[in-house]
């Protein structure tokens, strides 16, 4: 495998990382704006 | 390329998501290539039931799918490879990689998502944590960018 090869996987693996962070904080705010549309079920009937 | 032989369902899902295409998409390909190829294959409702048992791996798919799959990314996988210089798999886990980055919002986006949640209060998050989740959700963004020029570069692609 060559030296650029190497470097290209590196890289790619560091980018993949970065996209899982993003994609993570993505999720996580999606689920806060997902609580408005649950009916909340601590209200008394 | 591989033999098929050796594929995994990882692998399936992988090459799918290299297109960026979602399964409905995936199984209107699988049919189009059998057409041309004169094969019978399963109605599209059924493929849409089968590739995600294909890609997690709970079934092998028959030969004539696995033929199939490499009738439509075979000579791609092989073009993408042999255009950059790099062996298959590299290529194959740059594309996947590039093709989530692409659908990665932007910060404005990001910004939008962070007002929207701070716009109530929540039992789950602070405010403080939701700005300190947006701004560190932009700050891998500044990142991606980053690396995905380091990566044009690398392959020697015009960025102008």
């Given at each position: 495998m060559s030296a650029r090869e190497d470097e290209i996987r590196r890289v790619v693996a560091e980018l993949d990382i970065q996209v899982a962070e993003v994609e993570a904080?993505?999720?996580?705010?999606?689920?806060?704006?997902?609580?408005?549309e649950v009916?909340?079920?601590?209200?008394?009937? | 390329m591989r033999a098929l032989t050796d594929v995994t369902g990882e692998n399936l899902r992988q090459w799918r998501e290299s297109q960026g295409w979602d399964v409905p998409r995936m199984a209107r390909e699988l049919r189009k290539a059998a057409r041309d190829?004169?094969?019978?294959v399963a109605a599209h409702?059924?493929?849409?039931?089968?590739?995600?048992?294909w890609e997690r791996g709970n079934r092998v798919p028959r030969e004539r799918y696995r033929l199939l799959y490499r009738q439509i990314f075979g000579s791609g996988l092989g073009d993408l490879s042999q255009g950059m210089a790099l062996g298959a798999d590299v290529a194959l886990r740059l594309a996947e990689v590039r093709s989530?980055?692409?659908r990665l919002p932007d910060p404005d986006q990001i910004r939008a998502?962070?007002?929207a949640a701070l716009a109530k209060p929540r039992k789950t998050m602070t405010p403080a944590e939701i700005r300190a989740l947006a701004a560190a959700a932009i700050g891998?963004?500044?990142e991606v960018a980053g690396k995905l020029g380091e990566l044009s570069a690398l392959l020697g692609e015009d960025q102008s």
């Open positions: 904080s993505l999720a996580a705010l999606k689920a806060l704006l997902a609580e408005d009916p909340n079920e601590e209200d008394p009937a | 190829s004169g094969e019978d409702h059924g493929l849409v039931r089968m590739i995600p048992q989530r980055a692409a998502l962070e007002a891998h963004l500044h």
